[in-house]
C-alpha cells in the first residue's frame, strides 16, 4: 500500500510537472503556430505520402483508404475539404521546367510542418541550432523534415497494409469470421496505436536538436498516443456536436481541420513535455545537444531563478 501510495504520488508530481512546463514553454501558442504551418503542408504532405503508398496499392485505393480514416477522425465535412486540399496539391505543372520547379514546391511545402514542429521541440528541451551554419546548417533541417515526411508515407502504407489483409481476410473467411468481428476491429485498433506510435518516437528521437535516449523516447510516444487515442474519440465527439456550419458557413470544413490540427499539436506538445520531465526525474545525466545544437537557459527558467533570488535576498535583510 505505501509503494502504492508512492507511485500515485510520483505520477501526480510528473503530471503536474509536465502541464507547468507545457504552459512555461507556451504551449498553446507552440500548437497553434503549428496548426497554421500545417494547413499549408497538408496539401503536399498527403500528395508525398499517397505517391509512396500508392507504388503498391495504386493512387486511387490510398486516396479511398486515406477518405475513410480522415472521416473517422474529423468527420465528412473535414473529408471533403481535405480531397479539395489534396487534388489542388496534386496539379503540378505541366511542361518540363515548370514540371521541375512545382515538384520542387511541392517538397518544400511538405517540409513546413516538421520545420516548425522541430524548432518547437527545441524550445521544449531548450536547444537551439549553433549560430552561423550556413547553408549547410539549412539544407541539414530540410533533409531531416524531409525525411520525416519519408517516414510517415512508408508508416501510412503499412497502415495500408495491415487494414487491407484484415479486410481480404474478413471477405475470405465470409461467415466463419462474423463472430470474431470484435477481435479483427481490436487488430486495427492495435495496429493504429503502434504505427502513431512510431511516428511519435521518430519526431521525439531525431527532430529536435538534443541526445535522448530511446528508453525515453519510447516512454514519451506511448503515453503520447494514449493521450491521442483518447482525445481522439473526446474530439470527435465534440467535433459532431458542435454546430460550425451555421456559425462559419462555408468556412466550416476548414475551421475543422484547424481545430483536429490544433488539438493534435496540443497533445504532441503535452507528451514531449512529458519525455523532458520523465527524463529530467529518472535520469543521471545532463541533458546534452547534438552535434549541431547548443544548451540554451528557457527564459521561464531564468525567471523563477531570479525569482528564488530576489526572495533569497529580502530574506537575507
Known amino acids: 500500500m505505501p509503494n502504492l501510495k508512492h507511485r500515485l504520488k510520483v505520477i501526480k508530481e510528473i503530471t503536474y510537472k509536465t502541464y507547468d512546463q507545457f504552459l512555461d514553454d ?43 480514416q480522415i472521416t473517422y477522425l474529423i468527420g465528412k465535412e473535414g473529408a471533403e475539404m481535405v480531397e479539395i486540399i489534396i487534388k489542388g496539391a496534386s496539379n503540378l505543372t505541366t511542361g518540363f521546367i515548370a514540371g521541375i520547379i512545382s515538384l520542387i514546391l511541392l517538397v518544400l511545402g511538405s517540409l513546413g510542418v516538421f520545420v516548425e514542429l522541430q524548432e518547437s521541440l527545441n524550445i521544449i528541451w531548450g536547444v537551439e541550432p549553433k549560430p552561423g551554419r550556413g547553408i549547410w546548417g539549412f539544407l541539414k533541417t530540410r533533409v531531416t523534415s524531409f525525411s520525416m515526411v519519408i517516414a510517415t508515407g512508408f508508416l501510412m502504407m503499412i497502415s495500408l497494409i495491415i487494414n487491407t489483409f484484415i479486410g481480404l481476410l474478413y471477405k475470405l473467411l465470409g461467415e466463419y469470421v462474423n463472430p470474431a468481428f470484435p477481435a479483427t476491429e481490436i487488430i486495427n485498433l492495435v495496429s493504429s496505436f503502434i504505427i502513431i506510435t512510431l511516428l511519435f518516437a521518430f519526431m521525439f528521437k531525431y527532430l ?3 541526445i535522448i535516449s530511446w528508453r525515453y523516447v519510447w516512454i514519451g510516444a506511448v503515453i503520447t498516443s494514449i493521450l491521442f487515442s483518447v482525445g481522439k474519440y473526446l474530439i470527435g465527439l465534440y467535433l459532431g456536436n458542435s454546430s460550425y456550419s451555421s456559425t ?70
Open 248 to 317: 462559419y458557413g462555408a468556412a466550416a470544413s476548414f475551421i475543422i481541420i484547424f481545430i483536429w490540427i490544433y488539438y493534435s499539436g496540443i497533445i504532441l506538445f503535452l507528451g514531449a513535455e512529458f519525455t523532458h520531465v520523465y527524463r529530467s526525474r529518472y535520469s543521471n545525466s545532463k541533458i546534452e545537444p547534438d552535434a549541431d545544437g547548443i544548451i540554451v537557459p528557457k527564459v521561464s527558467e531564468l525567471i523563477k531563478k531570479s525569482m528564488e533570488e530576489s526572495l533569497s535576498k529580502n530574506k537575507n535583510k
Open 26 to 68: 507556451k504551449g498553446f501558442k507552440m500548437a497553434a503556430a503549428l496548426s497554421y504551418y500545417a494547413a499549408f503542408s497538408l496539401g503536399p504532405l498527403l500528395i508525398i505520402c499517397i505517391s509512396i503508398a500508392g507504388f503498391i496499392f495504386g493512387e486511387e485505393a490510398v486516396r479511398g483508404e486515406l477518405s475513410s
Open 208 to 210: 529536435p536538436d538534443v
